[in-house]
């Protein structure tokens, strides 16, 4: 039975066809001959089993899509005229065209696919379907599929972009942007084919029950589906600060390196424990300088680029330790006002900080064991002041400062007397004197030969001396009843406020009794 169908007013991308009548027999899909229209371009339609090839006399010019990818860019192996359409018999049929990255890249994300439609046969129906999938099949067909079903409307006369951005797709080879037919012939929008160029050998079909094959009749063209890709967004980062970083500043100011060009509008995001703070502008250069509020303990820092008011990619976290406290210090020794006749003294006492950096002592470096410290010093004669500084790696400090008198150097004798031998009896008396600093401590003291072998004194006895003006001292020695001694030796001790102690004997010695 022959039938005549008319369908008034067709447009094909950008082209009125007022009328589009041929007649069938069973099925369109027995006629191979080209069905002619009667007026505007004249496509050939050649058919067979599974595909509709239509053919134009005029190509059609299909307008182009901004490229706001970013950064992004569109791979094609089409020249943007539309020269024919194809379209699959049956339903579920898939056209495909296989995609391959840039030489220079080795990852990217699908973005999106692109697709040049003219309008169907018969209607104005504008649904079909869009996929992504990789390559792991034999020879690099068609293997898995990677995001989609993705519903979509045809646009007629432009491009069709169906976004794949929440599908995030992300790709390391060769992929295939894939025109799922949802109609029959007569009702699916035509997949658009540029005959202009050199056949890329990149066209994939599938019919329904059918394996994927490779179209290999450079005769049809190239099928006009392109891909959109973009690259992640170079992670921001910090560069004044580094991990685990201490300060005890609680505003600081953060500066550092993200994304930007002339295309875009570029800024960061600064997040301290997860809360936002304002928008930072970022630098044609790409750097931008921002400040933060810390509070005390530990502050999880991360940077967020914004392009064109979305947020895109996120920096390492770097964690920045507010410490706002000074470390504790206690001197235990010295004691300000000690005084010591000791070249050195040892400085010791507890410190206490959650991040001690150390102590110093007169700026040497302590020895530190379970917030103890201790630091051995040398000292000058006179008065010497001691700071002790406990540090922590915030830049607190706590200074401990104290005085002590040192003298170490003994007192000197001088003009000791008697400075000649003197012959004594029984209840004679001896002035035995000499010069020295003020303030002395000063005993004498008088030594038998060890030959006197009657009444020896075994053990001298100190005797105290006076101290006269300016430093002189003077003492007096009685020759005791009985005592014979042949050169008894007299001996002075001086001693001063810090314990120093001089002694020293008389040239001239004692002969009692003789």
Do not use: C
Request: net charge negative; hydrophobic share 35%.
């Amino acid at each position: 039975m022959t039938k005549l169908l008319k369908k008034q007013a067709i447009v094909m991308m950008g082209v009125l066809i007022t009328s589009l009548i041929f007649t069938t027999g069973s099925t369109v899909a027995d006629k191979q001959e080209p069905i002619m229209l009667d007026s505007g371009p004249q496509p050939d339609i050649t058919s067979n089993d599974d595909n509709h090839i239509l053919s134009f006399e005029n190509s059609i010019d299909v307008n182009p899509v901004p490229n706001y990818i970013i950064p992004g860019e569109e791979i094609k192996y089409d020249e943007g005229t539309m020269e024919a359409g194809i379209t699959k018999t049956k339903a579920g049929g898939r056209f495909a065209v296989r995609m391959s990255l840039p030489e220079d890249v080795d990852s990217a994300i699908v973005e999106s696919g692109l697709f040049a439609f003219q309008k169907p046969i018969a209607g104005d129906e504008t649904y079909f379907e869009a996929e992504v999938w990789d390559a792991s099949g034999e020879d690099g067909f068609p293997g898995e599929i990677l995001a989609g079903p993705v519903p979509a409307e045809a646009e007629y006369g432009e491009w069709t972009v169906v976004n794949f951005n929440e599908e995030n797709i992300q790709v390391d080879g060769d992929f295939y942007i894939v025109f799922l037919q949802k109609q029959g012939v007569f009702s699916s929008p035509v997949l658009g084919v540029n005959r202009t160029g050199l056949f890329s050998w990149r066209n994939y079909d599938k019919t329904v029950d059918k394996e994927w094959q490779q179209e290999d009749q450079a005769i049809i063209g190239n099928y006009m589906i392109r891909a959109r890709i973009g690259y992640e967004v170079p992670e921001p980062e910090i560069t004044n600060l580094e991990h685990e970083s201490i300060t005890n500043q609680s505003s600081i100011t953060i500066e550092g390196n993200a994304y930007s060009n002339d295309d875009v509008d570029s800024k960061v995001k600064i997040l301290n424990n997860g809360v936002k703070s304002n928008l930072v502008d970022v630098t044609d250069e790409g750097t931008f300088t921002g400040s933060v509020e810390l509070s005390e303990g530990e502050n999880n820092l991360t940077i967020i680029s914004v392009i064109n008011g979305e947020d895109t990619s996120v920096s390492e976290p770097i964690t920045v330790k507010l410490d706002t406290k000074n470390p504790e210090l206690v001197v235990e020794s010295p004691s300000n006002g000690d005084r010591t006749n000791r070249e050195t003294v040892t400085v010791e006492g507890i410190v206490r900080d959650d991040n001690l950096e150390g102590v110093t002592v007169n700026g040497q470096t302590a020895d530190i064991t379970k917030n103890r410290y201790s630091k051995r010093i040398i000292l000058d004669n006179g008065q010497n002041t001691i700071e002790v500084v406990a540090t922590d790696d915030a830049g607190n400090e706590t200074t401990e400062s104290l005085t002590i008198d040192v003298k170490y150097d003994a007192p000197e004798i001088d003009n000791l007397t008697p400075d000649e031998d003197l012959n004594l009896e029984t209840g004679e008396s001896v002035k035995i004197e000499f010069d020295s600093e003020r303030g002395l401590k000063s005993t004498f003291s008088v030594h038998m030969p060890l030959t006197n072998n009657k009444n020896r004194i075994a053990n001298a006895t100190e005797l105290p001396m006076m101290e006269k003006p300016d430093g002189h001292y003077v003492g007096y020695w009685t020759v005791p009843q009985g005592v014979e001694a042949s050169g008894a030796v007299v001996e002075v001790k001086a001693v001063d406020d810090f314990n120093n102690e001089t002694r020293k004997e008389a040239q001239g010695k004692l002969f009692t009794n003789q």
